[in-house]
């Protein structure tokens, strides 16, 4: 089986003042290398203490660490790539990243059902080809985690993907048409965790702040991480899946 730890950066909502972009990451990690790469994110925290002084028990997410005063905004950018250089190089993973960028989607899409449809969408696909054709329950199976908001909501949209999800396939030449390709390797609903006790969903949470930058960085990426900080993460804006509707 394999994990997907998801976190969030925007809102997925429609109203005036909010974010103009709603980005979902993905840690994607097998059943069989959680605890290597526990035990690569426990060393990881030991080095950032050392490091930037971040204390072990303090919870690594982007906005604790862009509003800390404890650190001048350098060593806080500095700190934030040297942290998501190591989540790409956690053992066994992949990194998925998807983006709902509001100005492009039609006035009645709703962002959130795009978006996570679209995230959800790829790991399906990716769990679809290492099975290789072979049918449930014998393929590659996955279970997604993500914290607590709007659970009640992705719960149903789960639910109802796994009932019909309608996607573009290319069939002959340039046509395409829409198929029925319903969830079938992401099981059971979405696990809700409290990011605070998981530390592979303060490392999504990481990619997440990474990808929203990269639409919109604000003054201190611009001033101390010109080149963004997605290429900390091996990735490019490219990398981005970006929603259509």
């Given amino acids: 089986m394999d994990f997907m730890y998801v976190d969030e950066s925007g809102d997925g909502g429609r109203a005036e003042g909010g974010s103009p972009v709603f980005v ?14 526990e035990t690569y ?21 982007a906005s604790q660490i862009m509003r800390t005063r404890t650190m001048a905004p350098e060593r806080r950018v ?16 992949q990194i998925l990243l998807s983006a709902g960028v509001k100005a492009d989607l039609s006035p009645d899409c709703d962002v959130f059902t795009a978006t996570w449809q679209t995230h959800l969408g790829q790991f399906e696909d990716r769990l679809a ?29 789960m639910r109802r993907l796994r009932r019909e999800r ?37 490392a999504a949470d990481l990619c997440a702040y990474a990808a929203f ?13 010109p080149e963004g900080l997605l290429s900390a993460l091996h990735k490019h804006p490219g990398d981005i899946l970006r929603v259509e509707g």
């Fill in 24 to 37: 979902l990451s993905g840690i994607i990690l097998p059943s069989t290398g959680w605890h290597e790469a």
């Fill in 166 to 202: 309608w996607v573009n396939r290319r069939s002959f030449l340039w046509f395409k048409r829409l198929k029925n390709r319903p969830l079938r390797w992401i099981v059971e609903d979405p696990q809700q965790r409290d990011s605070r006790a998981s530390l592979l969903l303060q």
């Fill in 78 to 93: 500095a700190m934030l790539k040297d942290t998501l250089s190591a989540i790409a190089n956690i053992p066994q993973s």
């Fill in 129 to 157: 080809k290492l099975s290789r054709h072979r049918p449930p329950p014998k393929g590659r199976q996955g279970l997604v985690l993500c914290d607590d908001t709007h659970g009640g909501k992705l719960i149903r949209l």
């Fill in 213 to 225: 930058q990269s639409f919109y960085p604000n003054r201190y990426i611009q001033e101390h991480a």
């Fill in 41 to 61: 994110l426990m060393e990881i925290r030991q080095k950032l203490a050392r490091a930037y002084g971040w204390p072990v028990r303090n919870e690594l997410r």
